[in-house]
């Protein structure tokens, strides 16, 4: 049960940026015995995936701060994010340190096809919200909700890794965050149609 709560939430901060969970777990798993990934998955803790994730990490950071540009990124991600999902949350629930639970060793399958859903969900919902956010900021909401963006990420993989009952809790509030920011832009969009209308 703890890896399958650690995997739905860094299955959830990759549907965010693909590169920050498998950075946090790549890195734990190199440096710390905290996380023991399978042989199967120890391709994850080399240096040219760590090298790469960071590269692409990198690119993610700048592309996705930029009007216009984040919307295109995000059409790339479409794939990226749910597969990276799936590969962490087969990956972690898999991992010896976090649970003794022999059935998702043994269906492995399952963390995949989970950690596609979740991150293909919370993607799905980033990239909906995004667009609307650059209209109803005219491009100056961009690279502040995806630093938040960044930051939720950051904060939801590490609050997975080492206190993984709370990940329930994290995903219910960003999932709430998200519904109330996309309301909130939808209704002052329509607050300057009208006005638009009037004028």
């Not at 293909?120 to 995004?130: E, P, W």
């Amino acid at each position: 049960m703890i890896a399958a709560l650690t995997g739905m939430g860094l299955s959830a901060a990759a549907g965010l940026n693909a590169y920050i969970p498998f950075l946090i777990v790549a890195l734990i798993a190199r440096f710390t015995d905290y996380i023991t990934l399978p042989q199967s998955y120890s391709l994850i803790e080399s240096w040219w995936a760590i090298g790469a994730g960071a590269v692409l990490l990198l690119t993610e950071v700048v592309l996705d701060k930029v009007p216009a540009v984040d919307s295109v990124n995000d059409a790339v991600q479409t794939f990226i994010r749910p597969s990276m999902g799936g590969l962490i949350f087969a990956a972690t629930s898999a991992a010896e340190g976090l649970d003794h639970s022999t059935w998702m060793t043994q269906n492995p399958w399952i963390g995949v096809v989970l950690g596609i859903i979740t991150s293909g969900l919370v993607h799905t919902g980033k990239t909906v919200a995004r667009p609307a956010i650059n209209a109803g900021t005219l491009g100056f909401g961009a690279p502040v909700a995806s630093t938040v963006e960044d930051g939720a990420s950051v904060g939801l993989s590490l609050v997975a890794v080492f206190i993984p009952v709370l990940v329930v809790v994290v995903l219910v509030a960003l999932a709430w965050l998200l519904i109330w920011l996309w309301l909130k832009v939808r209704r002052w969009r329509r607050r300057r149609d009208q006005r638009a209308a009037l004028a």
